[in-house]
């Protein structure tokens, strides 16, 4: 439990004992004291505790705070008009957004339209022009076709 250089128990070993070094006394300077007498004598209050004891002592008045200088009333009139500005000034802003926002999405549109017509337009331009370069082909039915066995086999 005790580390092994230590012969005896915690309790035995000696205790040194740091004892503070007085400072000198500072050589005070001495200034004139000049007695202020006040404009005003205190009251003297004493006051008597629940328990009994009757405290004497001056009376000490509150400190009063600095007034506040007042500060000019803003009219009701020109709060409403400055929010009645800053919400007429959003609403412009949402609105530019907004038709922003739908001739964008007329744009988009528009191409899609176009592209449409293009692919379909394509579409039938292939068979329409497709179809008549293959009319002199032979049209074969199947169901309706006998093959010999000799012409598969060659």
Known sequence: MYPDHTPHAPTERAIEVHRPTPLPPAVPVSA????????????????????????????????????VAAKPAVSRTAVNAALGGIGFLAVCGGLLLLTSFIAALTAFITQLIILAAVVFGGWIAVQVLGASGHRGGTTVNIRKATFKRSHFHG
């Open 32 to 67: 004139p004291v000049l007695p202020v007498q006040p404009g005003t004598v205190p009251a003297v209050a004493s006051i008597v505790l629940p328990d009994g004891r009757i405290v004497t002592g001056y009376a000490i008045e509150p400190a009063q705070p600095a007034p």
